[in-house]
């Protein structure tokens, strides 16, 4: 019987699912860029740890920890720190808790202690600084010059080689993830990695990095647009990848030649999380980006210092249709300065319950006529349960829309007993919904 017991135990720990719901958190790229340094971060995760009980615990420190300079005009002046391995550690001017080479474990350790968990954001590769000095790679008898694919950079950053598919390549990684898994860490977010370019010899050694470390990690591939003729593949090594360029506070940007697709706006995630709605799966998320609302600053990533441009109605309907699509949810904001529509919107429990639950989601094709600037998504239980489901209705439009539609016009068969506005928490009819909808607003309704 013991020994049945134990079976048990030990088969439901070697089948739990890292990141099963979409992983909840806040990134700093969106408002310190490159600068975020140690009593930030804890500022901002001191507020993220007070909306625990929702769902929010991973706060994720994103490019340029390392960087003892982070406004630096070019790679030099940045002065990437490295340890005898050639493997990037914390600046302690800026992460003085780092000092005597205990890396990033002490503010792992606090992290941990405020109930959250801590991400870091790496670039694919090897830094360029390890190669000119061919530092000697971690428990091997390998050089970083044996690793490095000189011919390989990211074309967007330079400040790391390509690693080589070989068995030095693989030993660096192992030798950066077992570093990160000694410090504790929890998430890592590897960019230059998903698209522009695609990268899938290093997508499998980073996993098989992670596997030899022992230590669960979520791991996160970006940028986008990742492929989706590539989505069975890093479904399989991955827990969630990016599906577009990043995400800013716009409805739609004008691009060009020289920028691509670079940014993106809310409007354009309606595509994008439609196409990829069939392959969200509990541990596999095709990420839709981050949030970015609120204050955006000191340093934003992107542009000047700046309260979000988007409109309160813009910032629910990116929440409202995030939710929907099972992406992962990822504050971008200061959240010292967080403001009050903010906050209602990341406490909101139903529209949490939705992206984190279980629940099966589409979005509805075939709309009427007259509906060419309306968007509708239906959730329903995984298990069913009679009549319940959850349908979001968005307006793409410029111009405010009043609707009469019927609930199978909104791709609901059966009719509602009880209808619920899931925004207001106020009743509507069970027979159908009059709608008024501002330009790119959106309402969201639970059925039973």
């Not at 995760?45 to 630096?72: C, I, N, T």
């Not at 990684?173 to 698209?195: E, Q």
Request: charged share 20%.
């Amino acid at each position: 019987m013991v020994t049945r017991i134990l079976c048990l135990l030990l088969c439901a720990a070697s089948t739990e699912l890292l990141a099963a719901p979409p992983p909840m958190g806040w990134n700093s790229w969106d408002a310190y860029g490159f600068t975020i340094d140690e009593a930030d971060f804890k500022a901002n995760a001191s507020v993220l740890a007070q909306f625990r009980k929702h769902g929010w615990q991973y706060a994720v420190v994103d490019e340029g920890w390392y960087m003892r300079d982070p406004a630096g005009a070019d790679l030099a002046a940045r002065h990437y720190q490295l340890d005898d391995f050639g493997r990037l550690v914390p600046s302690l001017n800026r992460f003085p808790s780092a000092s005597g080479g205990v890396g990033l474990r002490p503010l792992a350790d606090w992290t941990h202690r405020m109930g959250l968990k801590l991400g870091i954001h790496i670039l694919r590769g090897i830094p360029k600084a390890a190669v000119e000095a061919n530092s000697r790679i971690a428990a091997s008898h390998f050089h970083a010059a044996d690793a490095a694919d000189v011919s390989d950079s990211c074309p967007w950053d330079e400040g790391n080689y390509g690693v080589r598919d070989n068995a030095a390549g693989q030993a660096y990684y192992d030798s950066i993830f077992r570093l990160y898994a000694s410090w504790g860490i929890d998430f890592v977010k590897v960019d230059c990695i998903a698209d522009h370019p695609y990268r899938p010899v290093e997508i499998r050694q980073i996993a098989a990095a992670i596997r030899h470390a022992g230590r669960p990690m979520v791991l996160s591939l970006s940028p986008g647009p990742t492929n989706i003729s590539h989505a069975d593949e890093v479904a399989r090594y991955a827990q969630l990848w990016r599906i577009s360029n990043d995400v800013w506070d716009g409805w739609t940007f004008e691009h060009n030649a020289a920028s691509g697709d670079f940014p993106n706006g809310i409007r354009d995630a309606f595509d994008n999380l439609a196409n990829w709605s069939r392959h969200a799966r509990p541990g596999r998320w095709p990420d839709a980006d981050m949030l970015p609302w609120g204050m955006l600053g000191p340093h934003p990533g992107w542009g000047e210092p700046r309260r979000s441009r988007l409109s309160a109605a813009e910032q629910q309907t990116q929440f409202v249709l995030w939710a929907m699509a099972h992406s992962p949810l990822i504050l971008g904001c200061n959240l010292t300065q967080l403001d009050e529509g903010t906050r209602a919107l990341i406490t909101n429990r139903q529209l949490i319950d939705i992206d984190q639950g279980a629940w099966q989601s589409r979005p509805v094709e075939r709309l009427p006529e007259g509906y060419e600037n309306i968007r509708v998504w239906v959730a329903t239980p995984q298990r069913g349960r009679g009549r319940d489901a959850v349908v979001a209705v968005f307006n793409l439009g410029s111009e405010p829309v009043t609707l009469h539609p019927s609930w199978p016009m909104l791709g609901v068969d059966e009719p509602p007993r009880s209808v619920m506005d899931i925004m207001t928490g106020k009743p509507a009819a069970a027979s159908g919904i009059d709608l008024q909808l501002a330009p790119h607003a959106s309402a969201v309704y639970r059925l039973r």
